[in-house]
């Protein structure tokens, strides 16, 4: 099956800097890969995603990459606010293919004032 | 417009009792998943379900453990005989056909 590994497990950053997360994935079979954050006590909320048919999506100060041939995909926050401190969490599945998420470990993101 | 609405947020269970935890999906979305979130750990797939049907539940324990989205109300995830290591965060989320998954808060499930 799928596995999914992430990296930092944690991340501190001085507010402005930027952050970023990598994953990888073992299954090339996976498409769709999207990235959700965790508050404390609440469930996962999905920011971004990116299918296997494109390299990279962007929105505002959050973009995603994805490298197939090295089944990697990273996520990168720009000026860093502290309300982005948070659990991040990668995933992989395939679309059409029963859907289920494979999720990474998470990464605690610490924005310092 | 709701999202994934999932109740109880918090229970409490005596080992052996039965823990049931309900899940009702965003409108329109026909597809419900749960998942397992334990403490410092990423969620595990446990099921995926559609109404009426089990379409994948390869991440379900194979005794206790069992899932049900009917016709009618909310998808349920049951759990029989509890023991110290159910407790954990459950997860449900929902879909759209191939469309991205949205979760609700969970249910803190404690085992006493």
């Known amino acids: 099956g799928e596995n999914v590994e992430q990296h930092p497990s944690t991340l501190s950053v001085q507010e402005g800097d930027s952050a970023v997360i990598k994953c990888t994935y073992s299954d090339s079979a996976s498409n769709y890969f999207p990235w959700y954050k965790q508050e404390l006590g609440k469930g996962p909320q999905l920011i971004i995603d990116?299918?296997?048919?494109?390299g990279e999506k962007k929105d505002q100060r959050i973009a995603v990459t994805l490298n197939k041939t090295a089944k990697h995909f990273s996520l990168h926050i720009t000026e860093t606010q502290p309300e982005d401190s948070a659990v991040y969490f990668c995933a992989a599945s395939i679309t059409g293919g029963g859907n289920k998420l494979t999720f990474g470990t998470g990464t605690q993101l610490k924005v310092e004032l | 417009n709701a999202g994934v609405m999932q109740n109880p947020r918090h229970l409490v269970r005596r080992r052996g009792q039965e823990a049931r935890l309900r899940c009702s999906p965003m409108?329109?979305?026909?597809?419900v998943y749960w998942y397992r979130q334990l403490p410092e750990e990423g969620l595990k797939f446990m099921v995926y379900?559609?109404?009426?049907?089990?379409?994948?539940e390869s991440g379900m324990p194979k005794e206790r453990f069992s899932a049900e989205f009917p016709k009618e109300g909310p998808s349920i995830l049951r759990i029989q005989q509890v023991v110290r290591g159910d407790s954990a965060a459950y997860f449900c989320?929902?879909?759209?056909?191939?469309?991205?998954?949205?979760f609700g808060d969970g249910t803190r499930l404690s085992i006493l």
């Open positions: 409108k329109g979305h026909s597809h």
């Open positions: 989320a929902s879909s759209r056909d191939d469309q991205p998954q949205h």
């Open positions: 990116i299918r296997s048919n494109v």
């Open positions: 379900l559609q109404k009426e049907n089990i379409i994948d």
